[in-house]
């Protein structure tokens, strides 16, 4: 019974701080226009409201993941939670632009040490047999948040002001905290010195990265500044992977990625959220730009698609644990692309809605059974002191994929379209979406490539035999 109660309380700690990190980033995305007129910004300075959090939260994922793994998971996941609801008391009170610009980096920061260990912390507290349904639950969980963002930012925004998305999240953070530190069991990687070289390596080397990506659309790809960021993030990440080779004690222990299922997985992670990010971007703000929804208008008509994983991914997650990942992956992935495929085929700015409701339902269906097994293989085919280190690596990954989905698919729309009139955008959409359903294609096909059944334990379970009855 104390077993069970631990369980679940590590669920819902670990779900309440999930839940705030992901609905908060959604949030910010309808509340852009009235940040723009309250606080006189430009679009460069408005876009480094959502840049900013991104930048710090993708290049810090494995260093959150890593002080976990030193300094305690428990403790850590606390200290990240400070971090992000004193950050968001900051947001709601800035006075300007460029201090909400901070304040969101901030935030970043705190979130990319709570993601990766809500993920961790919630593994090791559940049996192996059990992994599964957690983590559709979990799934379910974050479902939830990015379903109730646009709906929620709308509200809040039409019926308050745009500073409440912020201090929304300040209750939570408070009750969450000490909630963290009496209900959670403490649990830490494996023993030995902090590898702050690899810390220092991997943050400056995706810092150049994410930097590059993200200022592309704006500098021009061709651009000395972006160039040189995008090959020095690509020389420090080079020297990290050398430098993790024969650290004595590595914050990534590479051997992970000889195991084909942790291997594909990461790979399925990363064209998935290329495709799916890069699609939210744009079909969220045709709703708004080119039919002239408002912001609670078009959350509300994104829901056929953003409520499905919801009540997915725990169906999803149960299953996985019964016939392996593999298929629901594969499947979830295909879907997708008939999904984005479909919208870019009928996509035109005097669509009727209802046309666009089979097409959003579908491509939620299948990021649902996508979600929950790509945790569970991946957390599957470590050992138990790998777990951090594979939540962080993942999460870096698959961030990563959904910066580079935007910054592609943003400069493909740029490259045929824009925002001059509905036909204009529409004309930039569509060949976007082709390039979206073209890359969630390509990663069901590499879902193929993960083992039947990637249950057992560590790099060893490539090596044993399957099952008869696999």
Do not use: C
Not at 153 to 177: C, E, K
Not at 250 to 273: C, E, H, I, K, Q
Request: glycine share 12%; charged share 10%; hydrophobic share 55%.
């Amino acid at each position: 019974m104390a077993t069970k109660s631990k369980t679940l309380w590590t669920f819902v700690v670990t779900a309440l701080g999930l839940f705030m990190v992901v609905l908060d980033n959604l949030v910010v995305t309808t509340a852009l226009p009235s940040i723009r007129v309250d606080l006189g910004a430009s679009i460069d300075e408005l876009q480094w409201t959502v840049n900013a959090y991104t930048l710090t939260f993708a290049v810090l994922l494995l260093t959150g993941a890593a002080l976990g793994d030193r300094f305690g998971r428990r403790l850590m996941f606390a200290v990240g939670m400070g971090i992000f609801t004193a950050a968001s008391a900051a947001a709601a009170l800035a006075p300007s632009i460029e201090a909400l610009v901070a304040a969101r980096a901030v935030q970043g920061i705190g979130a990319a040490i709570v993601t990766p260990l809500t993920l961790t912390l919630l593994s090791a507290a559940v049996s192996a047999e059990r992994r599964g349904v957690a983590l559709g639950a979990w799934s379910g969980i974050a479902g939830l948040a990015v379903a109730l963002g646009p709906v929620v930012g709308g509200a809040v925004i039409d019926g308050i002001s745009w500073h409440w998305i912020f201090w929304i999240n300040v209750p939570i953070g408070l009750l969450v905290i000490p909630l963290a530190l009496t209900r959670l069991a403490e649990s830490h990687g494996p023993a030995g010195r902090f590898d702050l070289k690899g810390v220092a390596l991997a943050s400056v080397g995706f810092l150049g990265i994410v930097w590059g990506l993200v200022r592309g659309n704006d500098v021009g790809w061709g651009s000395l500044e972006i160039a040189g960021s995008l090959a020095l993030g690509a020389a420090l990440v080079a020297g990290f992977i050398a430098w993790e080779r024969r650290a004595p004690a590595p914050m990534l222990d590479l051997s992970m990625f000889r195991n084909r299922a942790f291997a594909a997985t990461n790979g399925v992670s990363l064209l998935m959220y290329f495709g799916m990010f890069g699609s939210i971007f744009l079909l969220a703000q045709f709703l708004q730009t080119a039919q002239g929804y408002s912001p609670l208008g078009a959350g509300l008509r994104t829901l056929p698609w953003t409520a499905m994983p919801m009540l997915v991914a725990p169906i999803a997650g149960a299953l996985s644990d019964r016939i392996g990942g593999r298929p629901l992956m594969a499947t979830g992935l295909a879907l997708q692309a008939v999904a984005f495929g479909w919208l870019a085929w009928i996509m035109d700015p005097a669509v009727a809605y209802g046309d666009l409701v089979p097409p959003f339902a579908l491509a939620g269906i299948g990021t649902g059974l996508v979600f929950a097994p790509v945790a569970n293989v991946i957390m599957s085919s470590v050992r138990p002191e790998q777990e951090g280190q594979a939540s962080g690596a993942n999460n870096a990954i698959r961030e990563l994929g959904g910066v580079f989905g935007i910054a592609v698919m943003a400069s493909i729309f740029a490259s045929y379209g824009g925002y001059a009139s509905p036909q204009d955008f529409t004309d930039g959409l569509v060949p976007a979406t082709w390039v979206g359903a073209v890359a969630v294609g390509l990663g069901a096909l590499l879902a193929l490539a993960v083992p039947r059944r990637s249950t057992a334990r560590g790099s060893l379970s490539e090596l044993a035999p399957e099952p008869a009855q696999a």
